[in-house]
């Protein structure tokens, strides 16, 4: 039988962090005063991205903190700003025998003593294994297969009785194992046991096996393709203008919401699709009015379907409206219509005559529970509603991105996390953030193909993808294509570990699969860089879709590895 197995070992270095905080650099004539006017904890958290910042105190030359319980507390870095000159008397502190701890100031024969006080929060991530490595009888050593699916390592000894464990790395860094059936460290295949780990009371376990690495993941070298776009000379009709801003696709259905040559909310079956023949059925648009537009972009959500209008200046005269259709058949049921009115986090804020509608972000799970997104064309402002039962919606609330998201943004549910999400749009890079997009790490612009949007991170055969499409904006495009791109994201006990390990290398990283569907000819240059992305897991096949206008679309069919 085919394990189930997650993510491939973490790598510990050349980590890209958000927000992080770096030194002032020494200087020469310093000033030889010692004050300390920021410290930051650079390395909070359990994975080490977290910064955190002091509270200061001069008068008592006294600093004080809240940390995770997960943060590595026996090397803190902190990230500074000093007098001119000075600098800290170590790289890192250990704060494992004492939770204040003594911090100098250093500037040339002069020094100052700050009392450094973290409080650390009760703990509450569970344990992992990042790594293990191990020696064969015959003395190769070679690091062991962690998977997180199964919580099992697999050593890859399966011709030898007995495996010695050289070392064992967690997360968090402090926490306590215990081989259950080894003596000396070494453990026998008749009965291997087990990794027992304990992280300040939290638990858990992991199988050790002395079995092979199975193979796992999609075969991308032997996808179908399904191409209805301008780079195979077969554009899809709604698709030839810029009238058709938004696509997206489940792994059964895909949903075209288009104004070319008239109002045409679609969906088309993948059997179609596969078939060469893709026509689809047009749903319901009974009761669809106002707005700019009437319709602008839409989404699925576990068979239910969802599309809003655009509205230039949202208010009395031209309210934000989200409609829903329960099936293909239904008739459409107004969910929304938005007049301005969100809470802040100081009380209510008038977010009237702002642009609303280019795009939507439906992040729900199989209940219909989560939260549906819209951000402003200009990228400064997002409206997020709480959403129950798929139709539900209720609590406005206002948030800031993490940058500025101009034109067609998109924020997605990381696959099988209930608080990650990508977040990004053709002039930002992609951001891991929180449901209140609080950033936790990022891709730039320099490590991915530039304009890519619509990013999702999905996993599929216990490995993890990240997929994107890039969008054509006017002449600053150049002849930079419309294309899918898919990444492998395994490498990472958790997904911003991952995604830095993506970038961690010296070069962008090379992706798995890209594919164009937009010319790169001047022709196909556009003021609407909206790109889209879906996917889907039918009858163990990844399905991936992509789209853009001016492009078309295109469907992608992947088997398992064998």
């Known amino acids: 039988m085919k394990h189930k197995l997650l993510y491939g070992l973490l790598m510990l270095v050349g980590l890209f962090t958000l927000n992080s905080c770096s030194d002032d650099p020494i200087v020469e004539n310093p000033s030889g005063e010692t004050f300390i006017y920021r410290l930051s904890i650079a390395n909070g958290g359990l994975t080490g991205t977290d910064v955190i910042i002091g509270t200061i105190d001069e008068e008592t030359k006294t600093i004080t903190f809240d940390a995770p319980a997960e943060t590595d507390i026996e090397a803190i870095k902190f990230a500074t700003k000093l007098s001119l000159g000075a600098h800290l008397d170590k790289d890192t502190y250990d704060f494992s025998q004492s939770n204040t701890v003594p911090v100098t100031v250093v500037n040339g024969d002069n020094t ?18 990042t790594a293990v490595r191990v020696k064969l009888p015959e003395g190769t050593e070679k690091n062991a297969y962690v998977s997180e699916i199964d919580k099992s390592i697999y050593m890859g000894a399966e011709e030898f009785e007995s495996v010695e464990i050289l070392s064992i790395s967690c997360l968090p860094k402090r926490t306590v194992t215990t081989l259950t059936m080894a003596s000396n460290n070494v453990v026998q295949k008749s009965d291997p046991g087990s990794i027992l780990l304990d992280f300040m009371g939290i638990t858990n376990e992991y199988r050790l096996l002395f079995a092979a690495i199975p193979v796992f993941g999609a075969d991308f070298n032997s996808g179908t393709a399904y191409t209805f776009c301008n780079s195979t000379g077969n554009l899809f009709g709604d698709f030839v203008g810029e009238n058709t801003r938004s696509a997206d696709f489940d792994g059964n259905n895909l949903l075209i919401v288009s ?12 059997n179609e699709i596969k078939g060469g023949n893709p026509g689809g059925t047009s749903l319901s648009l009974d009761g669809v009015e106002m707005g700019t537009f009437l319709v602008s972009s839409g989404r699925i959500s576990h068979g239910h379907y969802y599309v809003s209008n655009l509205s230039t200046s949202v208010g009395e005269d031209q309210p934000l409206k989200l409609y829903y259709w329960d099936n293909i058949n239904s008739k459409p049921q107004v969910l929304l219509e938005f007049l301005g009115a969100a809470n802040g986090p100081e009380g209510e804020v008038d977010l009237s005559k702002l642009r609303f509608g280019d795009n939507l972000n439906v992040c729900l799970d199989e209940s219909g529970n989560g939260y549906i997104y819209f951000v402003t064309q200009d990228g400064t402002a997002v409206l ?15 948030l800031v991105p993490p940058t500025t998201l101009s034109y067609y943004a998109a924020i997605n549910q990381v696959s099988g996390k209930d608080n990650e999400y990508t977040v990004t749009s053709v002039q930002a890079g992609i951001y891991l953030t929180d449901a209140d997009l609080n950033p936790v790490t990022l891709i730039d612009q320099d490590n991915i193909p530039i304009r890519c949007t619509d990013a999702r991170i999905i996993m599929f055969d216990s490995e993890r993808y990240l997929i994107a499409t890039s969008g054509r904006w006017g002449a600053w495009s150049k002849d930079d294509p419309q294309a899918l791109y898919i990444y492998d994201l395994s490498d990472g006990a958790t997904t911003a570990l991952a995604m830095m390990n993506l970038v961690s290398g010296d070069e962008p990283p090379q992706p798995l699969f890209n594919f164009v569907i937009g010319g790169d000819n001047p022709a196909s240059y556009g003021s609407a860089p909206s790109a889209s992305t879906g996917w889907g897991v039918v009858n163990g096949m990844l399905r991936v879709m992509t789209a853009a206008p001016k492009a078309g679309f295109a469907i992608f069919e992947f088997p398992e590895r064998e």
């Open 112 to 129: 100052s003593t700050y009392q450094v006080t973290i409080n650390f929060a009760d703990p509450k991530d569970t344990p992992m294994i």
């Open 259 to 270: 104004r070319e040559g008239g109002l045409n909310v679609r969906v088309i079956p993948f």
């Open 384 to 398: 997020r509603y709480n959403v129950t039962g798929f139709t539900n919606l209720e609590n406005p609330t206002y």
